[in-house]
């Protein structure tokens, strides 16, 4: 039984915007758009066929523990900067002032009998 490791890409690497042959990004790529087109260098492939092989580079580089595809000096960084859509917090579920359109919402409150100690009556 042969051995194998699992190597995450993070969720922001940019494999389909980057050039698998020169290495330049792209700031956008559309989801529709099928065939990647480098802006830097003559490189057109299918989009997929492009990210499979920065995938395949990252995965390398992370084995031979030379850092970012391969480039000792690179650093780690943020492609898409401002371009993520996923919130860092949640949203508060309940807003202040109440519930949408002003209900307020009953309160159930506690009396007790004074004959019966035990008893409690909910209204």
């Known amino acids: 039984m042969g051995g194998g490791v699992t190597v995450k890409a993070g969720r ?6 980057t050039c698998s042959e020169c290495g330049a990004v792209r700031a956008k790529l559309p989801l529709h758009v099928r065939v990647f087109t480098c802006e830097q260098c003559p ?3 299918d989009r997929d066929a492009n990210a499979a092989r920065n995938l395949a580079a990252l995965a390398a580089a ?3 523990g030379t850092g970012v595809a391969g480039d000792q000096d690179a650093k780690a960084s943020n492609p898409r900067g401002a ?3 996923t919130r860092a917090t949640t949203r ?5 002032g109440g519930r949408a359109g ?9 009396t007790r009998d004074p004959r019966r100690p035990e008893a409690v009556t909910l209204r």
């Open 12 to 17: 922001w690497y940019p494999s389909s915007k």
């Open 43 to 45: 490189l057109v492939m």
């Open 62 to 64: 992370v084995l031979a």
């Open 83 to 85: 371009d993520r859509q």
């Open 92 to 96: 508060p579920r309940k807003r202040p």
């Open 102 to 110: 002003g209900a307020i919402p009953h309160q159930r409150t506690e």
